[in-house]
Every structure is written in structure tokens, then in C-alpha cells.
């Protein structure tokens, strides 16, 4: 099946966006790892006609809002999308294809404090990876995004050691791949990466890759090759990125980080993209 659109995100901005998409007439598929920003929101207190509510509730009645419109809602985490003739999103379960797609995935993109002023470290082995090609490198990372990412270093780079920094190792791998369990201690380089010191130990290397926790929108959008402002999504008036089709909203755009923006965000962005489906009719 190939859908009208994929909304990365149940946020307010990706379950608004779904709501108008599904009620202009189209048929939206939702793919969320989880509840976003709102899981931590204890209270909320300056949204239009809600004197208070806290995060979770409001996550809650969005979804259920949604599902009542009778649109699809899948809890997968997307580790990737690519563009042929339709957007391909693979997630941890499968691959989707759409005509559109809306990032609506919030803020977060797990940076990596310790390298991040560092050269030689990335957080996009698709977009990096030849550049370290038959080089040492290590990434850094525990979950399926790790092993996604080791997926595609792994035709490139001659040497590569797993760091999990102290946490367990939560995917599959290769058992000829090296796994450091232990947590890192230190970074070491001026300014490029040199070597890692992690359990008393320590490991010399030409370039380093991030991919801790899940893909983030940030991070999707590298892959993508969408143009990116700071820790943001470059959309332009209709809220659509460089690549056509492809739109973002709520806080993955920037500006005001808050409930009632990312709810506008999603209106808007399901007009341009109903606006978008109907002058490419096919
Ligand atoms: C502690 C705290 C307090 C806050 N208090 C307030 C307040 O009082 N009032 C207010 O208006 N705002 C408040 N906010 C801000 C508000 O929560 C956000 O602005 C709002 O949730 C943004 O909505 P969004 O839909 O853009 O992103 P989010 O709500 O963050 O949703 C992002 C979605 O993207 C999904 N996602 C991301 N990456 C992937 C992936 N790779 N695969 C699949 N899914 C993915 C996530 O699972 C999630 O469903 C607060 C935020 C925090 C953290």
C-alpha cells in the first residue's frame, strides 16, 4: 500500500497534522517510538481552554482523537527514509512507502557532549562513512539505531569497535565486531578525534560515529540531506523542506517550543501537503 502521507511523530504537531490530513480526505499512516516531549511534561497550564492538564493526558486524548478518525498509529522507531519514486520509511519492523512525508519529531538529536566540539565526529554514517573509508573508527551507541548505523559502515571502514559507554548491549551484531561495555572515560583529540579511553584502556582511532538512543529528526534529516539550521529543520512558508514532499512541524522547525505552535505547525503542514497531493495526482 502506498500511503498519502507518513507523519513521523504523535506529538500535538504529528497527531494534528493526521487529523487534517485524514479529515481533507487522505489517508495518513502515523509512526511514533514514543510519546515525545509530553511523557516529561508534568503540567500544563497555558494551552487555549485547558486550565490544566498534564503531558501524558494530553498525549493520551491526541492519540485517541486520532485513532477515533480512524487513522492508523504504529509504535515503530524510524531508522531511516529514502526517496525513489515514493518516500521508502524503514523502521525497526518494515519498510513504508508514501507520496509525502511529514518529520514531525520533536527536538532531542543525543548529542554527544564528550566529542562534540571534536572533528572527525559524526552522526550520519551515510553521509560520512566514505570519508573514513579502511580507517579505525568507533561508534558510539547500544540500540537498533547503533546497529543500523554499523550496517552501513560496515562496507566501508576497515576497523570498527562498538563503545556502548556503560550501557548493555541491546541489539544484534556481528561477533566479529569488538564491543567496549565499559564507560568511556575520556575523549581524546586536538581539534580531530585521536582515541578513545574507556575500562583503563585506550583506543586510538581515525574518526568517530554517534548513534546513541534512536534516530531523531535531526538526524533522519542529515541522511537526507535536508537543509538544517543549528539543532532545526529549514522549512520554507508551506513548511516543506529542499526535498519535495518531504515537510516538518512542531518543534523540529524551531521557534517556540511549545504545545500551541507544534498544533499549529501540524495544521498548516497538512494543508500544504493536501495542497501538494492534489497538484500531484497520479
Ligand atoms: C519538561 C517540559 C515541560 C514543558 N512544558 C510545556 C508547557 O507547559 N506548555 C507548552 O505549551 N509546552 C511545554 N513543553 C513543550 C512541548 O511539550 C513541546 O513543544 C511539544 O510537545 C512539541 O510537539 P512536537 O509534536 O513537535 O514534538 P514531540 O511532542 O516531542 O513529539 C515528537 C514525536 O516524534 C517521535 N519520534 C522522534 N524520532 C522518531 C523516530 N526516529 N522514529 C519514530 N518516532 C520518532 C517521538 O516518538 C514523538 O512521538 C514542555 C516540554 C518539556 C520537555
Do not use: W
Not at 500544563?44 to 492508523?72: C, D, V
Not at 572515560?185 to 582515541?195: D, Q, R, S
Amino acid at each position: 500500500m502506498i500511503y498519502d502521507c507518513i507523519i513521523i511523530g504523535k506529538g500535538p504537531a504529528g497527531i494534528t497534522a493526521g487529523i487534517y490530513l485524514k479529515r481533507y480526505g487522505y489517508e495518513p499512516l502515523i509512526i511514533a517510538k514514543d510519546g515525545g516531549a509530553l511523557e516529561r511534561v508534568k503540567d500544563i497550564e497555558n494551552y487555549y481552554g485547558i486550565s490544566h492538564i498534564t503531558g501524558p493526558e494530553l498525549l493520551k486524548a491526541g492519540e485517541n482523537q486520532a485513532k477515533a478518525f480512524g487513522i492508523s498509529i504504529k509504535e515503530e522507531e524510524v531508522l531511516e527514509i529514502s526517496k525513489e519514486l515514493h518516500f521508502l520509511v524503514t523502521t525497526n519492523n518494515g519498510t513504508y512507502e508514501a507520496k509525502t512525508v511529514i518529520l514531525a519529531c520533536g527536538t532531542s538529536r543525543n548529542r554527544y557532549a564528550k566529542a562534540d566540539n571534536l572533528e572527525g565526529v559524526s552522526y550520519c554514517a551515510t553521509c560520512d562513512g566514505f570519508f573514513y573509508r579502511k580507517k579505525k573508527i568507533a561508534l558510539i551507541g547500544n540500540g537498533k539505531y547503533m546497529a543500523h548505523e554499523l550496517s552501513v559502515l560496515e562496507n566501508i571502514c576497515k576497523d570498527i569497535t562498538v563503545f556502548t559507554d556503560g550501557k548493555p548491549l541491546e541489539a544484534e551484531i556481528h561477533s566479529s565486531i569488538p564491543v567496549v561495555l565499559e564507560p568511556i572515560n575520556k575523549v581524546i583529540g586536538n581539534p580531530h578525534i585521536e582515541a578513545i579511553e574507556a575500562g583503563g584502556k585506550s583506543y586510538p582511532i581515525d574518526g568517530c560515529f554517534v548513534a546513541i538512543g534512536n534516530a531523531s529528526g535531526f538526524t533522519l534529516a542529515k541522511h537526507l540531506g535536508i537543509g538544517l539550521k543549528g539543532n532545526s529543520i529549514l522549512v520554507d512558508e508551506n513548511l516543506m523542506t529542499n526535498i519535495e514532499g518531504l515537510y516538518s512541524c512542531g518543534d523540529s522547525i524551531g521557534g517556540l517550543l511549545q504545545v500551541s505552535k507544534a498544533v499549529g505547525d501540524g495544521a498548516v503542514c497538512a494543508t500544504s501537503v493536501s495542497n501538494y497531493l492534489k497538484m500531484h495526482k497520479s
